[in-house]
């Protein structure tokens, strides 16, 4: 029982602040009687009949979770593989080669400091307004920081396994893959994590431009029809999809480093066990 009550106060100590801060909002907007900030008491409201107010055959789930926040999702988690795959193997062959990282190093700077929303009109000539167009701009947005933090952490292998691997005449290939890419998996994650916020972020900013679904589409349906509950419900489930997409990274992050001398420690103190 013990147990249980030092969980319930952890966990009320780590979102008190959160609690705090909704209680404001409440008692802040019950006195100003905005129409642009309703109070989260009717957020909570229409969340359950935007979200949950459909059929006991589909577990009470409304359509707009299937034809929208699915879709979403899909979009995110499609284009950050994509970004991770091509950044991780682009980091790797830049990290490994000086000569290459020099000739690419001012067009990658240029690259990366274009923001993407600006080259929407071009992928919409280019790709079109389906999917593709969403997807090119979420991977061109989201595969920089994974690029960077790929390349930092290959060049960041020791000097000494690297005149190991010349003495044993160990295969490139095997040398990548063994030595170079789990040496470089701290500063991969975290690349990694940063691109899937911006991988969030980017597909609401595409899915407000020529499309009929969407967490995007909604989010600015509702705010040109002064449905302005509906929009802080849309709002506020960015908010959660960001802080559990994030939770569930770091999930992964520590289970495959946790061979790392050291991380069982940090991991603890992190969490607050």
Known sequence: MSKAAGAVGNFLLKWSLAIALVVAWELATMAAGSVFFPRPTENVAAAFDVWFSGPASQLYLAETVFEDVLPSLGRVFGSWAIAVVVGVALGTALGRSQVALDYTGPLLSFMRAVPPPALIPVFLVLFGIDNTMKVVTIVFGSIWPIILNTVDGVRS??????????????????????????????????????????????MVIAEMVGTTNGIGFELISAQQSFDFTTMWVWIALLGVLGYGLNAMLLAVERRALSWQP????????TTGA
Do not use: N
């Not at 295969?171 to 991988?199: N, Q």
């Not at 050291?262 to 103190?269: C, L, V």
């Open 157 to 202: 292998v020791h000097p000494l396994q690297q005149e190991t691997a010349r003495s044993f005449r160990t295969p490139r290939p095997y040398w990548i893959m063994m030595v170079v890419l789990p040496a470089a998996l701290p500063k991969i994650f975290a690349g990694a994590r940063l691109a899937l916020s911006l991988a969030l972020i980017l």
């Open 262 to 269: 050291g991380r069982s420690a940090a991991d603890a103190k």
